[in-house]
């Protein structure tokens, strides 16, 4: 009986943990689009600036 209440919690642990890694990926992705689209914005102001003097 006890064993198959571990069981049953490393396996909801396991399952948590892998939202917890899916979250952090999707943390990860935000931050790098993010970034990407500063970068960008960054450019298009450096060549506009660049155009307008």
Do not use: F, Y
Request: aromatic content about 0%; glycine content about 12%; overall charge positive.
């Amino acid at each position: 009986m006890a064993r198959a209440k571990a069981r049953r919690l490393k396996g909801m642990k396991k399952e948590s943990d892998g939202i917890a890694l899916g979250d952090e990926r999707m943390k990860a992705e935000g931050r790098q689009e993010q970034e990407a689209a500063r970068r960008e914005e960054e450019r298009a102001r450096a060549l506009r600036g660049a155009s307008g003097h």
